[in-house]
């Protein structure tokens, strides 16, 4: 779904991009309080491990989006990852990872282009978090509280954010397309293909999540505070029992090894596996290509990048080459997002010690 430049003209590009980078200051805010809150005990632990972990989802999104599957007759669909996002580590949290991973395909792998960028953005991190963390809360809030309640509203708001997307983009495409086609013909092509993709999306989200809550659900941002409240009864009333952190199995504990479990699956994907992924065009190529649209595209600007179309320049042998662009893809996005959540956690903390100085010397 990542749009190339010229599909979309250069003032409703440029006000997706203002939206986008409104957003992405909107969400830094925003994922200092959520990065702190997973700090907190009982909530994961420390905030030594939070900016490792919140760069590893943006690097399983990264290495999940090259898996490209089969959705119909020629179309393939791959992970938007912004249901997963916010699910695992926040809605804010959430728009900065998927963020994060456009970027570097853009600017590493030249895929989706540069003026588009804040068209992807708004399509593919911005929506798919939005709809999906809101229509997640909205059903965990009326099904019971229990964990395959968590997957189950995973499956549905992974689901339903993929046409959202897909309906966002035709309404950009609407106010700025550069082509004379018809917009019914393109909204129905690009939300039929989507309901598609969505229903892959899906099937993964609910399964990353699902898995992740078996050995830690204290991990899952979108699953805290979803247990059954323990009653005690005193002096012949009910009252809830005070709150204590959920036991974790023994063998995970160590949110190290949780994180290289998903850091190796992360290489695997994307070094091996993604091989053999679909090489089908995906839903908006193929809309773009069926309706014409496909015509105003753009040269990327780093088209001739060492790692364009996501294999190694001068690496001859094609199973190789994809493999190395993978696994140096997932090496540089969990290295950058981590550094990106790294820096967010220390402005929260040197917020809180000013904070803390200014009411001491008020108080003084």
Known sequence: MHAPDGFIDVPISA???????GA????LRGARRELDDTARPGAGGGAERTAPLA???????????MLNFPVAAGTSGHLLGGALAAILVGPYTG???VSVVLLLQS???????LTALGVNITTMAITTTVVAYALFRGLVKVLPRSRRSVTAASFVAALISVPASAVVFTLLYAVGGTTDVSIGKVATAMVGVHVL???GEAAITALTVGAVIAVRPDLVHGARGLGQKLKLRVNGELVDAPETAEPVPAAARSPRKVWIAGLVTSLVLAGFVSFYASANPDGLEKVAADHGIDKQAEEHAVGDSP???????????????????GVIGVGVTVFAGTGVFWAVRRRRAA???AEDTTSAGTSV
């Open 197 to 199: 993709i969505g229903l």
């Open 15 to 21: 006000a997706a991009g203002v939206l986008a980078a």
């Open 107 to 113: 600017v590493l792998f030249a895929d989706g282009g």
């Open 24 to 27: 992405i200051a909107v969400s």
């Open 95 to 97: 728009v900065l990872c």
């Open 351 to 353: 917020d809180e010690r």
């Open 307 to 325: 790692l364009a179309d996501y294999g190694v320049k001068d690496v001859d042998d094609a199973r190789l080459s994809g493999g190395l662009a």
């Open 55 to 65: 760069g590893l989802v943006a690097a399983f999104i990264f290495a999940v989006q």
